[in-house]
């Protein structure tokens, strides 16, 4: 849609709405968060859109699937105030965001592939190396401990934590598993069923949902992209009026 602009081209903000199934609320919102170019307006001071909003709008809506509702924002945001390529950035980050997530899986995949008993490692047995092991706090894993995701024994004799080779395990489990964004509520029943089933077949479904969750994400950033990038195309053209002839046509004497 061209950025040409003329009297009947021009929309309300009950026709944007309307079209997006939106609020005028929304709307409006949406131009004072930068994510829509400011409008115009008429003699009696009413909002005027253009068919340039409305394809920011579109912009927008197809970006949030993929991006988030804030990085999607942030990235209009950007657009709208001529930073094209802190824009891109933006989109780039987030895609550079679902390959990590994509790794990660494929860590958890690997880690849940074998749920046979670890071999004891040297320093592995207390809190503190553990931790490092991990990359947490040992704070961290008190605090999973609270909630069932490990269960170290005590030394009789110092009152220490002691972590088991099935502690271990489930710890990298549980590490994995919250940097794919599951909540500590919805580990602990997965790991209490892999100890008392001894098995993967608890973890299959949730790792099938991952893996669809996140070709889900990549196939709206596809959309996405399509819509920023009709967007970015129609933003660069400069405006002209209905009433100016087009570039390049003979001027009539």
């Given at each position: 849609m061209?950025?040409?602009?003329?009297?009947?081209?021009?929309?309300r903000p009950v026709d944007l709405a309307r079209g997006h199934g939106l609020s005028t609320q929304a709307v409006r919102n949406y131009e004072a968060a930068g994510i829509l170019p400011s409008a115009g307006r008429t003699a009696h001071g009413y909002r005027t859109y253009t068919p340039l909003h409305a394809q920011a709008l579109r912009a927008?809506?197809?970006?949030?699937p993929g991006h988030g509702h804030q990085a999607a924002a942030a990235i209009m945001r950007a657009v709208n105030r001529g930073a094209t390529e802190e824009a891109?950035?933006?989109?780039?980050?987030?895609?550079?965001?679902?390959?990590?997530?994509?790794?990660t899986l494929e860590a958890v995949e690997a880690a849940v592939g074998d749920l046979e008993p670890l071999v004891q490692r040297p320093g592995d047995v207390f809190v503190g190396p553990l931790?490092?092991?991990?990359?947490?706090?040992?704070?961290?894993?008190?605090?999973?401990?609270?909630?069932?995701?490990?269960?170290?024994?005590?030394?009789?004799?110092?009152?220490?934590?002691?972590?088991?080779?099935?502690?271990?395990r489930d710890a990298l489990l549980a590490h994995q598993l919250r940097r794919g964004g599951y909540l500590l509520e919805q580990i602990a029943p997965v790991i209490a069923q892999v100890r008392s089933a001894g098995g993967v077949a608890p973890l299959e479904s949730m790792l099938r949902d991952w893996r669809a969750r996140l070709s889900a994400r990549s196939r709206?950033?596809?959309?996405?992209?399509?819509a920023l990038d009709a967007y970015l195309d129609s933003a660069a053209q400069p405006l002209r009026c209905a009433a100016c002839p087009p570039p390049g046509a003979a001027r009539s004497r």
């Open positions: 061209g950025r040409t602009l003329k009297v009947d081209g021009r929309l927008f809506l197809a970006l949030v891109l950035r933006l989109v780039d980050e987030s895609h550079a965001q679902v390959v990590d997530d994509r790794r931790a490092r092991r991990l990359g947490i706090r040992p704070a961290t894993l008190r605090t999973w401990e609270r909630a069932g995701l490990v269960r170290p024994r005590r030394d009789p004799q110092t009152g220490y934590r002691v972590y088991g080779a099935a502690d271990v709206a950033m596809l959309a996405g992209a399509a």
